[in-house]
């Protein structure tokens, strides 16, 4: 169930080990957050704006190599200026600013040294662990581990208490928590297991796309295809069938029941517990998956912009707003990249959802939320493009493209509250989320972000995780060879 890259990814996996597969997609199309769309004639991206670890012998190229992806998804390397993000900071802060997060974790560290001379041995220590992280991670160490966990178990406590055990300094505890925000998790609750594994994956190589994310999804969808599976779209699922607390299969919204043994949904948990009776699982396993806290939405404009005065940047820009003890506020995340048009770049803005300018639509669907709303929208488009004006000039002759809110992810994935990065893998429900990918339902099982770590690395790590589960861990390692 569900055609994104957890989805995709798992059908992939158990394809190629011979399992007759088929996967269900309630959209027009696959791809789920990995598919871009069209204004414009400008391609918009959604959920893939850069990827980590794609060098030879680093995670993610080894996933896509085993799944027979990787020619087929054309990228180009950045930090070759020394730049993959640059962190802007409002000069009350005190931070210096900009801040360039380069390729390396060394190179890394000599920055937050320059920038903060006289904490240079509490940085050292802080990538000590930040070494490590990215030693076992491209080790796959998570993968073929005995025991179900990525094997840094002793980074669950927050990285908010470890800085301050450190003593670091608002301002550097400012810049290093950077990655907690882009997964959604404040840094007193952020595990430093994810944030490092995050922080890691990128430092360790960044990439962009050459192509759409389309054709990324498409990448995906024609490999299972090659492979023997189907990808069945436009059916929703509306009841998962169990007996017995074991799993017979899915009946669709068209009235057709499909009969399976196994079952996996790559969606978000509490879609799939929607989808049960009450009496297929126990009242605590209801309760736990019930009460999953999530990651906040987000709110994103495309912008059409003039290519002779603003060219196109070959790195990132988080514009970072802090409050009164330097703690990260807000970010602004600032994209500007060629597009398809002649003279024509397209400048991105991701920032937080602010859910509550949304409330007032909170009952309706996408394509019918009227005139009010986009209008709305637009309004809080132009105010995050007069603020980036700030930053790069005046957009004389900008076009809005398109704006999206949480309510756009929540109906289009169907990801509860429009959480970008599904279930919050914060400390305070370590316990709450752990082995999510085993349900109460034998047959049953969950794939995709929601189970391991968010992201396309952290959906694959849940794919790998899921099959493992599925065979059982002698028979994976037998099976499974990267």
């Avoid at 957890?6 to 059908?11: D, F, P, V, Y």
């Avoid at 199309?29 to 204004?39: A, K, T, V």
């Avoid at 003279?343 to 803005?349: A, C, H, K, R």
């Amino acid at each position: 169930m569900g055609a994104g890259v957890g989805g995709l990814s798992t059908a992939i996996i158990l394809a190629k080990l011979g399992f007759d597969v088929t996967v269900l997609e309630k959209n027009a199309q696959p791809g789920g957050l990995m598919r871009s769309y069209s204004r414009n004639g400008i391609d918009c991206a959604v959920g893939v704006h850069y990827l980590g670890s794609l060098d030879k012998g680093q995670i993610l190229r080894t996933f896509f190599d085993y799944l027979g992806i990787t020619t087929a998804i054309p990228v180009t390397r950045m930090g070759q200026n020394g730049i993959i993000d640059r962190y802007i900071f409002d000069s009350s802060t005190g931070i210096q600013s900009p801040f360039d997060m380069p390729q390396g974790i060394d190179a890394y560290a000599d920055n937050l040294s320059r920038a903060f001379p006289l904490e240079q041995h509490k940085i050292a220590k802080f990538v000590v662990p930040l070494h490590s992280a990215a030693k076992q991670l491209h080790g796959l160490e998570f993968l073929y581990a005995k025991d179900s966990g990525f094997s840094l178990s002793d980074q669950f406590e927050p990285l908010g208490n470890i800085l301050s055990e450190l003593q670091c300094s608002p301002e550097l505890q400012s810049v290093i928590s950077i990655p907690s925000c882009w997964l959604g998790v404040p840094l007193d609750d952020c595990p430093a297991y994810y944030h490092n594994m995050a922080l890691a994956s990128y430092l360790s190589s960044s990439w962009r796309l050459n192509q759409k994310g389309s054709d990324m999804a498409d990448a995906f969808g024609a490999r299972l295809k090659q492979l023997g599976g189907k990808i069945i779209t436009g059916e929703e699922i509306c009841k998962i069938n169990v007996q017995s607390r074991v799993v017979q299969g899915l009946q669709l919204k068209s009235g057709e029941n499909l009969k399976a043994s196994i079952v996996i949904g790559a969606v978000h948990p509490k879609l799939v517990l929607q989808m049960l009776a009450q009496e297929d699982v126990k009242p605590s396993y209801r309760k736990r998956i019930s009460n999953l806290k999530d990651t906040h939405g987000i709110f994103s404009a495309h912008v059409q912009i003039d290519a002779t005065t603003h060219g196109e940047i070959p790195y990132n820009i988080f514009k970072v707003d802090t409050d009164k003890r330097s703690n990260v506020a807000d970010l602004k995340y600032y994209q500007i990249r060629e597009s398809e048009k002649k003279d024509v770049n397209l400048l991105s803005i991701l920032t937080s959802g602010k859910d509550e300018l949304w409330a007032a639509w909170e009952q309706t669907r996408s394509g019918r939320r009227g005139e009010e709303y986009r209008a709305a929208k637009e309004q809080h488009a132009s105010t995050l493009i007069a603020e980036a004006e700030q930053l790069f000039g005046s957009f004389e002759g900008a076009k809005l493209l398109d704006a999206y809110t949480p309510l756009s992810i929540r109906d289009w994935v169907n990801s509860p509250g429009g959480s970008a990065y599904g279930v919050s893998r914060s400390s305070s429900q370590i316990l709450a989320t752990a082995l999510l990918n085993r349900t109460a339902v034998r047959g049953l099982y969950l794939a995709g972000q929601n189970v391991t770590a968010p992201g396309i690395i952290g959906s694959i790590m849940g794919s790998f995780s899921t099959v493992k589960l599925l065979l059982g861990p002698d028979e994976f390692n037998k099976m499974i060879h990267l």
